[in-house]
């Protein structure tokens, strides 16, 4: 049984955080000054950087700040920005939480907003703080997988045991959502046939068709100079062990960034916008994925890495499964898997499947994960522009 | 753990189906290792993860990973080469690396 934090939407969260939020570029630096004295205190900095407005930056904002992991939120604005604060605040606030926004122009400036800011902060986490978490079950939960830093031994080991992890927490009823349509090219026959339903099947094949073109157009696929080197030869091959982490279980839709999986079993995250190529790359960095698994409601982050990548993320807990048996050497501290184990021969995938399932359920009660615990709370939301989810996406 | 005659294998074709072979450990150019009980002799090093040939591969054979296509042979491969970037690209979108 988990631990969790209920909501009065009837959520629950593994987390119990107080996320300052800036609401343009202008007013990252007051934002970050805001939060830094409570460092290690559940207060974590989220953002949008630009100016002119944008319907999925808005969304994820909602999304993100009524997330069941979020207890609270302070919104900092410049005060001349296009994004809409009023509606983003009477959201979080419809949502029961805690909210506040200070606007720097208003305020006077940095200093006396940076003391607001803080003033807000010191009265409300003692308010959060007193909720008491409340048994969870795993059905409760929602569990996002993404590979960063791959290469060659990231399909062998940590993707396919994630990949058993997803089987069986989905058997008890967990929704899971993989990602990256980019990283899938090559893959959309195996993944058509294990849609619940054909109609489904064709926009699979649809979405990785889309992300396709959307690469082509830009010039470069989702492949990294460092995949190569670590022994990646092509988009297909890469794709071939990002889909692994995908375990064997049907697929049950497909949702797009800030949509909720509407009940268990599996699901695609498709993060490749839609229409003509309009703000570059689908996803900058593997953050940038993160913060959408994030906003489609997943409490708890499952990271394969092979070269190594040390990014936790702001909001929900980042489990790191290292594939590779050297960069684990290396690395240790960063990493709370060591899924190389396989390589070597000292342990099955099974087992390492296993391990990961019980480490979710430990984190989802409260143990910190490595990058929890080295501080990394890294967040980035960019520009993109997204149409409804077509009627097959999600079967009933 | 109990003991074996048979040395850790070196390499492993990971379906049935592959023409290439992934390393199971770092591998020195000019060794000899087993694959399915044939012998064949490494063409340069080749690191953890990496792939060689299983069989000679002739130029525009897709290869086959887990029974997946990852791509096509640019060129003839021998059984034991080194199979990346050099000789094989993909159906898809064009692999970048940084300049060495």
């Known amino acids: 049984m988990l631990q969790g934090y209920l909501r009065a939407d009837g959520r629950k969260g593994v987390r119990n955080v107080l996320v300052v939020a800036y609401l343009v570029e202008c007013a990252h630096h007051v934002a970050r000054e805001i939060a830094a004295p409570f460092r290690g205190e559940g207060v974590h900095l989220i953002g949008f950087p630009g100016c002119y407005p944008n319907a999925y930056a808005l969304g994820m904002m909602e999304k993100l700040c009524t997330h069941p992991n979020v207890g609270a939120a302070l919104l900092v604005s410049l005060g001349c920005e296009g994004f809409d604060k009023r ?106 046939a294990r849609a619940a339903n054909p109609a489904l099947g064709d926009e699979l094949k649809r979405s990785v068709a889309k992300a396709a073109t959307y690469y082509a157009t830009l010039g470069y696929a989702s492949f990294a100079p460092g995949n190569a080197d670590g022994g990646l030869t092509t988009i297909e091959e890469k794709s071939l062990g990002a889909y692994a982490k995908s375990g064997q279980s049907t697929i049950d839709g497909i949702v797009k960034p800030g949509i909720a999986p509407p009940r268990k079993g599996l699901y695609l995250l498709d993060v490749v916008p839609d229409g003509e190529v309009r703000f570059g790359f689908p996803n900058i960095n593997d953050n940038a994925e993160i913060a959408e698994l994030i906003a489609c409601g997943s409490q708890v982050i499952l990271f394969s890495t092979g070269r190594g990548s040390v990014v936790g993320s702001a909001i929900a807990p980042v489990i790191k499964v290292c594939a590779n048996p050297d960069t684990f050497k290396r690395m240790e501290d960063d990493m709370d898997v060591d899924a190389g184990r396989i390589l070597e021969g000292r342990a099955t995938l099974p087992e390492v499947g296993r391990e990961i399932y019980d480490l979710v359920q430990r984190v989802g009660s409260g143990e910190p994960t490595k990058s929890e615990t080295l501080g990394h709370q890294e967040f980035i939301l960019t520009y993109k522009s997204f149409e409804p989810l077509g009627p097959a996406c999600l079967p009933v | 753990m109990a003991s074996s005659d048979r040395p850790a294998p070196a390499v492993m074709r990971l379906s049935p189906a592959d023409n290439v072979a992934v390393a199971l450990r770092p591998l020195k150019a000019g060794e000899s290792v087993m694959l399915d009980d044939v012998a064949i002799t490494i063409g340069r090093n080749i690191a953890v993860g990496h792939k060689l040939a299983a069989r000679t591969i002739e130029k525009g054979e897709i290869i086959l990973k887990y029974s997946c296509p990852i791509g096509t042979a640019t060129y003839r491969i021998a059984a034991g080469e080194y199979v990346h970037t050099h000789n094989v690209a993909s159906n898809y979108l064009p692999t970048y690396t940084l300049p060495r």
């Open chain 1, 87 to 192: 509606r983003l605040a009477r959201a979080i606030e419809a949502s029961g939480r805690p909210v506040h926004t200070t606007g720097i122009q208003d305020t006077g400036g940095t200093r006396r907003t940076i003391a607001a800011g803080r003033e807000w902060i010191e009265r409300t986490l003692p308010d959060i703080a007193r909720q008491q978490p409340v048994p969870m079950g795993i059905d409760e939960l929602t569990v996002g997988t993404i590979c960063g830093g791959s290469d060659a031994t990231s399909g062998l080991t940590a993707n396919p045991a994630m990949g058993v992890a997803f089987d069986l927490l989905i058997a008890d009823g967990a929704k899971t959502i993989f990602e990256e349509t980019g990283e899938l090219i090559g893959m959309e026959h195996l993944m058509a």
